[in-house]
């Protein structure tokens, strides 16, 4: 499904990425953690397109990122500050964006848009939202769209308890139905929870992918968490 | 003091910022050095072609005009800007401290800029030893500095006494009306107080010989020189500063200026600070949002189309730019055509048919100078991400920035030319011209974000620094004004020989079609290489 091989990244003589390896296959959640500024946000940011490596090799369902418009159809992604135009109401954006991935399902989009409970809100301009009312926006174009590989960056950040629930219902549904999800997250215990593998990420490195249930078998996530940076450093 | 400073530096670095690509610094230090070459060279000329005060009237009166179109630009982003308060609204600080250090912030880079073009000035004096004139011209240049921008800050925060009842875009507008109204004001007082006579100012304009063209622009210099001298009050300020040697009358002109700058700086700081809470809220904007109408329909490129004006609407500055370009060259087109009406303009330049194509390339020049279409991928800011990770066709991104921008263009050349037939200029060949003109500046849309395409610069905090202040725009110039430059240098070159007028037209419209063709199929196909 998602394949990243070889990346590497800096930013002047700052090395931020130095040669991350990494497979996703299809219908696994990928928890990716890491501490701060161990190089998360900028793999995503490679992944997404939005930062361009300075190597390696990065294809989601064997399209590589160089054929930008297929590529780009293969993920939706959901960053942890959600930048919106904001006299554009949540419910016009959706419409906006979901043909760029293929046809509208009014139904589909309706139905997620109750179960995240912004049947009004959702026309309402955006620049009214919360934090919280941003994410579920995203939430909603994401699982509408149903795209083979959903990107998110802390996605429950904000979400009150309805929608944290809801959240995890949609992702299980998701992955069911085939769905892939890799999302970076601080929350270790929910990691534990809904995921089905995970990545530690320290200084640009990989130092640690494994399945939940091995990963269990030794402890909590957080004492493996701070084991391996600990031994790592 | 010590305790004083930091607000107005945090403000001067937050508002100008250093661009961080290389690239970028060095075109922009080869920009102002070019300026300062340039300004050099026109000062040697002026000071060997007049006397010593004639030249010294012109030093004050370019650097007066730079320093306030550069307030008038820069206020905006700075002065009259509250993007820092929602980090200052909760912070310990009095409003007038907030203020003041915004109005100092304000000072610096006009003033630093025309100071910098005084190099060529203090040198040429220092070579000639005109030591009063040197000393006088060190003391009295920063101080009218200081007045003019203090002036214009002064009477433009009289306009944010009001508003809060105002949107951010009329708050812009009113302050770019205000800027430009204060400026024709002064120059009508100048033109009705000194009785100058527009009618004459050309009438003995020479271009026959180099000689004359000297003769012919000194004699304009002196003009304008002795005009602008019956004028009370300039009278007073030109007189001690072209009088040799340093009088009492000139250190007493000195300590008013300085004195009158103290108090509009007062009187700005305070009418600034009366409102700052109320005005800071109304910027930030924080009651309610009006929904935008969004497009409906399956077509592709109105979806694209959509997003464009999306973008467009989501800072005022940037509907105020819209409007600027559709506005500006119908404003500069009646102003033309009025000034050839009354016979103000040198009839050299538009005997034997040239009206027209000087016209043309008028309405071209400033449309394509005013136009969106030189940082269009800057202007996302905080939206660019989405362009970079959403499944945009990036070929269809591009097309859409320039058709987007070639509208605003169009929008403003047809209305220029429809006013060119009010006046009763238009005939067949004006047609072609407004082909030929829309076409040129298709290929400059075409060209001009090439590079900001490429290297956007994203990260701005104030909308200004994504248009106008953004270095980009001089990138877009490189890439785009070439073509039209050779082409009207082509154009007019055609009118000396025996060619018909609408035949020489006619070729360079053939020339550019084709050449519009040859740039779409290179740059709209780069567009989603360059995306990978």
């Known amino acids: 499904m998602l394949t990243i091989s070889n990346l590497r990244k800096s930013f002047g003589a700052h090395t931020v990425l130095s040669g991350v390896d990494l497979q996703v296959e299809k219908g696994e959640i990928l928890g990716f953690v890491g501490g701060n500024g161990a190089g998360k946000t900028t793999t995503i940011n490679c992944i997404t397109g939005i930062l361009e490596q300075d190597d390696g090799i990065v294809s989601i369902n064997g399209v590589s990122k160089s054929d930008s418009l297929l590529y780009k159809k293969q993920f939706y992604y959901i960053p942890d500050t959600i930048h919106v135009f904001q006299n554009v109401s949540g419910l016009d954006w959706i419409q906006f964006l979901i043909p760029l991935y293929g046809e509208v399902d009014e139904a589909k989009l309706n139905l997620y848009t109750k179960r995240f409970g912004m049947e009004t809100s959702i026309h309402e301009p955006m620049g009214s939202y919360s934090y919280g009312m941003l994410h579920k926006m995203s939430l909603i174009a994401a699982f509408t769209i149903q795209p083979p590989i959903l990107i998110m960056d802390e996605p429950m950040n904000g979400l009150d308890p309805n929608a944290v629930v809801t959240f995890k219902e949609c992702l299980k549904e998701y992955v069911q139905a085939g769905g892939t999800v890799f999302f970076s997250t601080h929350l270790l215990d929910v990691a534990e929870k809904i995921c089905n593998s995970i990545t530690i990420l320290k200084d640009g490195q990989i130092i640690l992918h494994e399945d939940i249930e091995k990963l269990m078998a030794q402890g909590s996530l957080e004492s493996i968490f701070l084991e391996k940076q600990k031994h790592e450093a | ?532």
């Open chain 2, 1 to 532: 003091m010590k305790h004083r400073f930091p607000l107005p530096f945090f403000f001067a670095s937050s508002a100008y910022s250093i661009p961080k690509q290389i690239a970028v610094r060095v075109t922009l230090l080869l920009a102002l050095a070019y300026v300062v070459v340039q300004m050099a060279m026109v000062n040697v000329a002026i000071y060997n072609m007049s006397a010593l005060p004639i030249y010294l009237f012109y030093n004050v009166a370019v650097s007066i005009v730079l320093v306030y179109i550069l307030t008038a630009y820069f206020s905006v982003s700075v002065v009259f800007s509250y993007r820092e308060f929602g980090l200052m609204a909760s912070l310990p600080v009095k409003p007038q401290r907030i203020v003041s250090a915004k109005v100092i912030s304000s000072l610096l880079l006009p003033i630093l800029l025309t100071s910098i073009l005084q190099i060529p000035v203090l040198v040429l004096l220092v070579w000639g030893m005109k030591w009063a004139a040197l000393l006088k011209t060190i003391l009295l240049i920063p101080t009218l500095l200081v007045f003019t921008v203090m002036l214009l800050v002064f009477l433009l925060s009289l306009i944010q006494l009001w508003r809060k009842h105002l949107t951010t875009m009329a708050s812009l507008v009113l302050n770019g009306v205000a800027s430009l109204g204060i400026a024709v004001c002064f120059i009508l007082w100048i033109v009705t107080s000194s009785k100058l006579k527009l009618t004459t100012l050309w009438s003995d304009f020479s271009m026959d010989t180099f000689s004359s063209i000297v003769q012919s622009i000194n004699t304009l210099m002196d003009r304008i020189y002795t005009a602008v001298g019956q004028v009370p009050l300039l009278k007073q300020v030109i007189e001690v500063y072209t009088s040799s040697g340093i009088s009492l009358r000139f250190l007493l002109v000195l300590f008013l200026f300085w004195f009158v700058s103290f108090l509009l700086y007062q009187g700005a700081v305070q009418s600034l600070a009366v409102n700052y809470l109320q005005n800071g809220r109304a910027e930030m904007g924080s009651a309610t949002f009006k929904k935008s109408k969004a497009y409906a329909g399956d077509n592709e490129w109105g979806r694209y189309f959509q997003r464009e004006r999306w973008v467009l609407q989501s800072e005022p500055y940037f509907k105020l730019h819209v409007l600027l370009s559709m506005i500006l060259t119908p404003v500069v087109s009646i102003g033309f055509l009025l000034a050839d009406h009354k016979q103000w303009m040198p009839t050299v330049f538009l005997e034997g048919g040239r009206l027209e194509m000087v016209f043309a390339y008028i309405v071209l020049f400033i449309s394509c100078m005013n136009n969106t279409s030189g940082t269009p991928y800057s202007r996302e800011g905080k939206y660019y991400p989405l362009l970079q990770s959403l499944p945009f066709d990036q070929r269809k991104v591009y097309l859409t920035k320039v058709l987007f921008s070639s509208m605003i263009g169009a929008i403003s050349i047809i209305s220029s030319f429809v006013i060119f037939a009010l006046f009763g200029y238009a005939t067949v060949h004006s047609l072609m011209l407004v082909a030929m003109v829309l076409l040129l500046m298709f290929s400059y849309n075409l060209l001009a974000p090439l590079y900001d395409r490429k290297h956007p610069l994203t990260e701005w905090k104030n909308p200004s620094e994504a248009i106008k202040s953004n270095p980009n725009v001089i990138f877009s110039l490189l890439f785009g004004l070439p073509l039209l430059l050779v082409l009207s240098a082509v154009h007019f070159g055609l009118l000396l020989t025996s060619l018909p007028v609408g035949l020489s037209t006619g070729a360079v419209v053939i020339v550019v079609v084709l050449c519009d063709l040859l740039i779409l199929k290179k740059t709209a196909w780069g567009a989603n290489e360059e995306a990978v």
